[in-house]
């Protein structure tokens, strides 16, 4: 409902005006995480012109082949080999630790990580496969900490594809396996604004849960609990200030959360040094 005395349709500008400041700040901060990474682009830069040469000499010896396997059954295959590799990564990471819900790791762990996430967003996408791994080995699987994944739409172009993407995780939740779905989300996570998320690329990703009843996550997807989560997760959100993902709340398990700031979201021991001053 609008507000009295307001235009009706200031509340989705305001929505829409929000969504591009995170967009933006999201760009941003990808610029600065990309500026890190350039010294270290530089140093292989000589090696990558030698796979590059070896790439175009095999390349030209398979196009002078005998052309059995079209482009088409190449590029199948291709991902096929990327989905087990990236079942396999998950697996690894995951297997043995405590699930209930959204929460991954013991139920009795000290302390608390809540991750505030945009399965479309591609700096959440960095975090996940680049520093995330080192936080679970090194401090989720010894029982010191606990992460909560939440929802903050902030690349994510439609609310409603966004709300269908992040109900689909929590509904493998309800079979605690909403870890193995963000997971395997982030690993083959599309090109942003492609519209890549749809309910052929939702059902690929839960088929490849290991262990997900297919038939009862489809129905789980149904209940309205969960959409109501995103909103409660969006609430919290906007009552910490926070306009772009990942973001993080930090704090002992039960008592107050507190703003986490690391100072690299791509870097795993610049993200882990902020940690341990508060996870011990």
Not at 46 to 58: D, E, P
Not at 79 to 86: E, F, I, T
Not at 111 to 134: K, M, V, W
Request: hydrophobic share 35%.
């Amino acid at each position: 409902m609008a507000r009295q005395g307001t235009d009706p349709g200031s509340e989705d500008l305001t929505r829409k005006q929000r969504r591009e400041q995170a967009r933006a700040q999201r760009r941003a901060l990808e610029e600065a995480e990309a500026a890190k990474a350039v010294r270290r682009r530089r140093l292989i830069q000589l090696g990558g012109a030698l796979v590059v040469v070896v790439a175009i000499i095999v390349a030209i010896l398979l196009a002078t082949g005998s052309g059995k396997k079209g482009p088409t059954s190449t590029t199948a295959n291709e991902a096929l080999n990327s989905n087990r590799s990236s079942i396999a990564e998950v697996t690894t990471l995951l297997n043995g630790i405590h699930q209930s819900g959204n929460t991954l790791g013991s139920p009795t762990a000290p302390f608390t990580l809540q991750y505030f996430g945009d399965l479309e967003c591609p700096i959440c996408r960095e975090f996940t496969l680049s520093t995330l791994p080192t936080v679970i080995a090194r401090y989720v699987r010894t029982g010191k900490l606990k992460i909560e994944y939440r929802s903050l739409e902030t690349a994510t172009r439609e609310p409603e594809t966004f709300r269908t993407q992040q109900v689909a995780a929590m509904a493998a939740g309800k079979q605690n396996l909403m870890w193995h779905f963000v997971e395997l989300f982030y690993h083959e996570q599309g090109q942003e604004d492609s519209g890549y998320v749809t309910e052929s690329y939702l059902e690929g990703l839960a088929k490849q849960v290991p262990g997900l009843d297919l038939s009862r996550w489809h129905t789980d997807r149904a209940d309205p609990a969960l959409a109501e989560q995103v909103n409660t997760d969006a609430q919290a959100a906007s009552a910490n200030g926070f306009t772009g993902t990942p973001s993080f709340l930090l704090g002992p398990s039960g008592g107050k959360a507190e703003v986490f700031s690391p100072p690299s979201f791509s870097e795993p021991t610049a993200f882990t040094s902020a940690l341990e001053k508060v996870v011990h």
